[in-house]
């Protein structure tokens, strides 16, 4: 897709410590709209904790962050939600009790406008609007992902990899702006990897959705065969940004990874 | 029966095509019949015949303005769904011929097939074939445009190859407003001698050889069929067998086209099974692996259930297996066990019934490959009325068939109408009928071999038994010579162990050797969750297959299976193979044929290792993946011997 210059969120100098441990050590970066934007580093290095202050579910001690030119940093998640930014968890957190279906309708709750006692009722206006995200998570998210085999199944009950991939679906359902995704390929197989990694490309670029992509991944082939660019923390400190080729070649990346240094350049082809 | 009123015969002159009588078929419906329904985001969305007509215009005409002509060759591939039959009508309706490929064909198949047919058309589902005819396209100069239907996964596809079937419509519209009436002509054009399919057969020893078949061969196997057991337009039909299967050929295209039934298409290849029972089909045909699955299904949910529910089965299944065995003994059914009968059909055999999509079912085949007597009895204990049917894809499918009051399941019934079968003095099977297809494209020795004045010579050993009914033996070059000079069919042996839910393939094997043997492929879903039951940890299929506890549960099965045999064609020795066979290594064919010629170079130091005195065998070989890529493997295989 082509890139707009246009930037969508921006870090400024954020700060945050959680006791005498500083996981973010005033980051800076921006990302753009319509950019697959990853961000690695070895473990520990603030990758997680950086995501949570962009959603919301941590709120940083110093610095501020914008979406699409506001200033977000002390909204609560469900309202960074409403504005369009989705994520999905490293850990899978969904409702593995429930299905496939309900899980993905529960990422929609935020679109929906009927009340309590409408909804109840189930008549005229809230059964159209129930239809209508009906078809929205049929047509767009669960034929796109491939998961109509496992709509009515108990999401607790399915294979890692197909979690994985409901976890998506659920973020999609909110239709976002932005979606932030940590480690979508760990424990995945190599078939599985393959797949979601042709979904986010599918995500980023299909016309109908033309999301931004905050990708945190350690499987570096991937990182670098679909990201615009990269940026690289170690210790809560940004050591390197740029497209993939430059961040491969910086001395410091470089250096975290020591030990680390030949699986940085594997590539999956 | 109250349906055989409804069926009215068809007059099938040699002026007659499958797209004339579409277009009768379609005046009569128009948009007071449903033709077929496709489930789609979740919904099942009907299109009617009108739809159907208008849609097989437009494909039709817009592939003549691609440049496509009479007697050109169209090949197609990928799932099952409105879109495919769609253009498959389109090519015969232009008067060109139609060429089916397998959806999970490797490329060498592809390209082998594309190139062998001539064809100047190729219409597939998505980007995945798409990218088949990408790598191929400069090894096929004669293929000209390539038509693909899902957009998903194709924005980025600039090859000037390559035009969306929508954008084909589109064409075919403009020309029709041009040019009204030029789609009758051309469909009035066509003659019945016309060929209309060129399907490639899958060999189970050689190149696979297309049989060219007529519109005539197609609508009279279709109606001989119909005659021993009529179907109506109001029956449902589901579509999810390959096209590039003759059988699925005979039901959607003959038998649909004369019948008006409606075809139902499922959602994904991965959601047929929950779709067949949501459709709850009158008729159905299909290949023995898929019955195998069914009855697996079942087997691994009672091995899954409480206490109280399999005593249920199993009072209910012995009751049923005992009226199954009268029934086909032609003995008469005492009223006290129609009475049983019927309470097992309540309490159990109905549940069963709709769980496999079976509800509704008036007409069950089965066919292509050899289905083992286990499983018959299985579904006629639970009240499925479960056929043989034998036949080529050179007889344009079907040339016997059990009838409904005349089952043995251990042969494959009576030639349907205006066939006739004999046996050669060979013993080999031969039929004649107005099916019988023209020959190989381009293959003319191959031709003279397998058609002899009008005689199709099936490559099948058989014989008639007493009552009239045919038995096939086995592929005459498969047949075993045992020990004592006996000859014995190595697919009895396999089908019959099968039954077995823990063994997915076997290859039993024994012609001119002192003793029987065989090579298991265990399967990995239910051996796994035995294994997991009994905490037993494993983390792959070669790992599974070899841990000692699965030898002895493997030699157990097959102890119960030797107690039925003669002491001469009892296995003696097995080996749990590392992998399941599979068509992508050419261990089998796309309908799932063992090739024995060739699994036995392949495997050949696993049948030393069977015939001699060791107890392990040392195995070095690839394993190839569908896009291509190839897996080294070295393993040590146990060999097992099994008490007698």
């Known amino acids: ?269 | 029966m109250s349906h055989v009123a409804k069926w009215e015969e068809i007059e099938i002159t040699k002026d007659l095509t499958i797209p004339k009588l579409f277009l009768r078929s379609t005046k009569k419906y128009w948009d007071k019949k449903v033709a077929m329904r496709e489930k789609e985001f979740g919904i099942w969305i009907p299109i009617t015949w009108k739809e159907y007509y208008e849609n097989v215009k437009r494909i039709a005409l817009g592939m003549t303005s691609l440049g496509l002509e009479r007697g050109d060759k169209v090949a197609m591939i990928g799932d099952n769904r409105p879109g495919a039959l769609w253009a498959e009508m389109a090519a015969m309706c232009v008067g060109s011929v139609g060429v089916w490929l397998f959806q999970d064909s490797l490329i060498d198949e592809v390209q082998y097939i594309i190139d062998h047919s001539d064809a100047k058309l190729m219409v597939g589902e998505g980007q995945e074939e798409v990218d088949k005819c990408l790598m191929i396209k400069d090894r096929c100069p004669k293929l000209q445009k390539m038509v693909w239907d899902d957009p998903k996964g194709m924005r980025g596809y600039d090859d000037p190859i390559l035009i969306s079937l929508k954008e084909v419509m589109k064409i075919g519209e403009e020309v029709d407003k041009k040019e009204p009436g030029l789609f009758e002509d051309m469909i009035l054009k066509g003659k019945g001698d016309d060929i209309c399919l060129l399907f490639y057969t899958s060999g189970t020893s050689a190149l696979p050889k297309g049989a060219l078949l007529t519109h005539y061969n197609m609508l009279t196997m279709g109606q001989n069929l119909m005659r021993v057991d009529p179907y109506v337009e109001t029956d449902d039909f589901v579509s999810y067998l390959p096209f590039a299967w003759i059988g699925e050929q005979m039901m959607s295209i003959s038998c649909g086209i004369q019948a008006g039934f409606t075809l139902n298409f499922p959602e994904e290849p991965e959601t047929a099974q929950e779709n067949i029972r949501e459709v709850g089909p009158h008729v159905m045909f299909a290949p023995p692996r898929v019955y195998e699955q069914m009855v697996r299904n079942v087997q691994v949910k009672y091995l899954d259930a409480s206490w109280s529910k399999r005593k249920a089965y199993e009072f209910a299944m012995k009751i049923g297996y005992h009226v199954a065995d009268l029934k086909f003994s032609k003995k008469l059914i005492p009223w006290y066990w129609k009475a049983l009968n019927y309470l097992a059909y309540i309490g159990v055999h109905k549940k069963l019934k709709d769980h496999l999509g079976l509800s509704r079912i008036r007409d069950t085949y089965t066919g292509g490959a050899a289905m083992g007597p286990d499983h018959f009895r299985f579904f006629h204990a639970i009240g499925v009325n479960l056929k043989q049917i034998y036949g080529q894809t050179e007889i344009a499918g079907i040339s016997v068939l059990h009838r409904d009051d005349d089952i043995k399941f251990d042969t494959v019934g009576k030639p349907i109408p205006e066939t006739e079968v004999k046996i050669t003095p060979e013993g080999e099977i031969i039929s004649k009928s107005p099916s019988v297809f023209q020959g190989y494209h381009k293959m003319p020795e191959e031709t003279t071999k397998t058609l002899r004045d009008g005689w199709l010579h099936s490559g099948d050993t058989g014989f008639i038994d007493t009552e009239g009914h045919l038995v096939v033996f086995d592929r005459t070059k498969d047949v075993m010579t045992l020990n004592d000079g006996t000859k014995f069919a190595p697919q009895y042996l396999e089908t019959r162990l099968k039954f077995s839910p823990y063994i997915k393939d076997v290859w039993a094997i024994g012609d001119n050797k002192p003793y029987v043997t065989s090579v298991i492929c265990i399967d990995y879903g239910v051996v796994g969750k035995w294994a997991e039951d009994r905490n037993i940890a494993y983390t792959s299929y070669p790992e599974l297959s070899q841990m000692p506890e699965v030898y002895e549960l493997v030699k157990k099965e097959i102890v119960k299976m030797n107690k039925d045999l003669p002491p001469v064609a009892k296995i003696k020795k097995f080996v749990n193979l590392y992998k399941e066979f599979d068509a992508d290594d050419d261990e089998l064919t796309r309908t799932r044929k063992l090739r024995r010629a060739f699994v036995e170079d392949r495997y050949k130091d696993i049948v030393n290792g069977l015939y001699s005195n060791t107890n392990n065998v040392h195995m070095d070989t690839t394993i190839t993946y569908e896009d291509g890529r190839v897996v080294h493997i070295k393993t040590d295989l146990r060999v097992m011997e099994v008490p007698q």
């Open chain 1, 1 to 269: 897709m082509a890139l707009k210059n246009e930037v969508q969120l921006k870090v400024q100098e954020i700060y945050m410590a959680f006791g005498g441990v500083q996981a973010l050590m005033d980051v800076s970066f921006e990302v753009k709209k319509g950019e697959i934007f990853s961000i690695i580093g070895p473990n520990g290095a603030g990758k997680t904790v950086l995501l949570n202050c962009i959603n919301g579910l941590y709120h940083p001690q110093r610095g501020q962050i914008y979406f699409e030119g506001k200033e977000i940093t002390r909204l609560k998640p469900y309202q960074r939600a409403k504005m369009g930014i989705s994520r999905t968890f490293q850990k899978i957190e969904l409702f593995k009790g429930t299905t496939v279906l309900d899980n993905i309708r529960l990422g929609r709750h935020i679109h929906l406008k009927t009340g309590l006692i409408s909804g109840s009722i189930y008549f005229g206006k809230t059964a159209r609007e129930e239809i209508e995200h009906r078809d929205f998570i049929e047509r767009e998210i669960i034929d796109l992902l491939e998961i109509e085999h496992i709509r009515d199944k108990i999401v607790g009950m399915l294979p890692y990899g197909l979690q994985k991939r409901v976890e998506l679906a659920r973020a999609l359902a909110l239709n976002p702006k932005i979606i932030l995704l940590d480690e979508p390929l760990a424990g995945l197989n190599l078939e599985e990897v393959e797949d979601m990694a042709r979904f986010i490309l599918d995500i980023n670029e299909e016309e109908r959705w033309q999301a931004t992509c905050v990708l945190v991944e350690h499987d570096m082939g991937v990182v670098m065969d679909i990201s615009h660019r990269v940026m690289a923390l170690n210790f809560g400190e940004k050591i390197a940004e740029g497209t993939p080729p430059e961040v491969q070649k910086n001395p410091n990346v470089i250096k975290a990874y020591l030990g680390e240094a030949e699986e940085l350049y594997v590539t999956r082809r």
